[in-house]
């Protein structure tokens, strides 16, 4: 079966992507490989490293996402944290500034951004914006209140770890418990709303119409049912929105609890990434040892 750009047609069984292997080979000997996130591609990687699927693009249930691979990255230097995703099919490299935020200064993305360019001249080098549409900042924040990606991916204590993500699934999930809970507000009265305008309307315009004149009695039904149905698109919306972020938050909280599951299991091993101790209770037992 013939390849396109690395990528098998048969999906992630039949092959591993050779050109996402030989990119994260080429990354690692400049920056410090710390998880994978992969979707619909088996990628060798010679870190120890945990390994996960790319949960943002799997829950997408009409798949139009082209296979790809993603990486946590850290500058060796400055200690920042990126994410890379490489889309092998479209020799595309993107630099996801959302899920790092607070982790990276613009001045690091930067010299990354630089350096793909220059390594990567045949991939299009694209840097993501930070969508306030989708709330990436809201979502960052309610992330790191309860636990930074820093310490999922670099932390020792995992006992802490669990407990900051479990208050963090616990907070996710109350999230979208009241996104629910606005959006059946706003499909509840909308519709009884708008018939009441509709009908007080249409009762107060016999009396209104020898003061304010014909015309203005034809615009005055499209008017008030027009504000009526902004306001409550505007609801709409913002109950959809709430959707999303919690959404969101939840999948954040099921991809740091695999990293740190993965983590735990390779530290069980004895395989500790490059430039880590080893965890907390390793430690432990390794210093009371005579």
Request: net charge positive; proline share 6%; glycine share 8%.
């Amino acid at each position: 079966m013939e390849s396109v750009g690395g990528v098998v047609p048969g999906g992630p069984a039949s092959g591993t992507c050779a050109v996402s292997s030989r990119f994260f080979a080429d990354v690692a000997s400049f920056a410090r490989l710390r998880a994978v996130k992969l979707y619909r591609l088996r990628v060798d990687v010679a870190a120890a490293v945990p390994r996960l699927p790319c949960l943002d693009h799997e829950a997408v249930l009409h798949e139009g996402v082209a296979p790809h691979a993603a990486a946590y990255i850290e500058d060796p230097e400055t200690g920042e944290l990126q994410e890379l995703v490489l889309f092998p099919s479209r020799r595309r490299i993107e630099v996801d500034p959302a899920s790092t935020l607070y982790e990276h200064t613009e001045a690091g993305r930067d010299r990354l951004t630089a350096w793909l360019r220059t390594r990567f001249p045949d991939f299009r080098v694209v840097v993501e914006g930070v969508s306030w549409l989708r709330g990436d900042r809201r979502v960052a924040r309610a992330c790191r209140a309860q636990v930074t990606l820093r310490d999922v991916l670099l932390g020792t204590d995992f006992d802490r770890m669990a407990r900051g993500l479990e208050r963090l699934q616990t907070v996710a999930a109350l999230m979208e418990k009241q996104s629910r809970v606005a959006s059946w507000s706003v499909r509840t009265v909308t519709g009884p709303f708008l018939a009441a305008v509709g009908f007080v309307v249409y009762q107060g315009l016999g009396r209104l119409a020898p003061a304010l004149g014909e015309a203005a009695v034809n615009a005055l039904p499209a008017l008030v049912l027009g504000v009526a149905g902004a306001v409550f698109l505007y609801y709409g919306l913002r109950a959809v929105h709430l959707t999303e972020i919690a959404n969101r938050v939840w999948k954040r909280a099921a991809e740091y609890g695999l990293i740190v599951a993965e983590r735990r299991r390779l530290a069980e091993k004895g395989e500790v990434p490059e430039g880590l101790d080893p965890p907390a209770d390793r430690r432990g037992a390794r210093d009371r040892s005579p």
